[in-house]
């Protein structure tokens, strides 16, 4: 159920909709070794440089390190991931299987990153996103990120510039106390 309903159903104290479907919720959970073969086919779905399947191996064997994974009805249907910098976090993947776009997954998946994120201490937080990705761009905004700077020529296969957004505020109770955004 979309988020629209959701609010919708809300709004009228739930009398007259259906509850959310089982297999329309998502849980994120650590990444696995066995969640690899997934993961390698959602990032060739998502990427024109995609990370090997050894990359995500490798970082699952690093504890500063964190990748999730979010399944729905048992299937994994996206990822994400950070490491830390000295005191900042780089969220470094975020990618949602195309049959499963558009439907809050990647919103779930970066409100875990950043909630886990706040609970290491960690105020900072940045990632790149393509300048062309406009609908990446408008949930990270509506998460809170703010435009920092540039990256010229960023993705090598094709030379786009990647845009880093940031946020300074995790650890500002006023920002964790603020409901995020949604829309569909």
């Known amino acids: ?50 990370w090997r399947r050894t990359s995500y191996a490798r970082a699952l064997s690093t504890s500063a390190r964190q990748f999730v994974v979010a399944e729905r009805g048992g299937e994994v249907v996206g990822y994400a991931g950070f490491w830390v910098e000295c005191n900042k976090a780089h969220i470094a993947k975020i990618a949602v299987h195309p049959d499963h776009r558009r439907r809050g997954v990647a919103q779930a998946l970066l409100e875990h990153l950043l909630d886990a994120i706040r609970r290491m201490g960690i105020g900072y937080v940045y990632l790149e996103v393509r300048r062309s990705n406009m609908a990446a761009q408008k949930l990270y905004q509506r998460l809170g990120f703010r435009f920092e700077r540039v990256q010229p020529r960023a993705y090598p296969n094709d030379g786009e510039d990647a845009l880093v957004l940031m946020r300074d505020d995790l650890l500002d109770p006023a920002a964790a106390a603020r409901p995020a955004a949604t829309e569909d």
Do not use: T, Y
């Open 1 to 50: 159920m979309g988020s629209f309903l959701r609010r919708l159903r809300s709004a009228l104290g739930g009398e007259g909709l259906a509850p959310p479907e089982e297999g329309d919720r998502v849980a994120i959970r650590p990444m696995r070794h066995r969640d690899l073969d997934a993961v390698a086919a959602i990032e060739a779905a998502s990427f024109g440089s995609p």
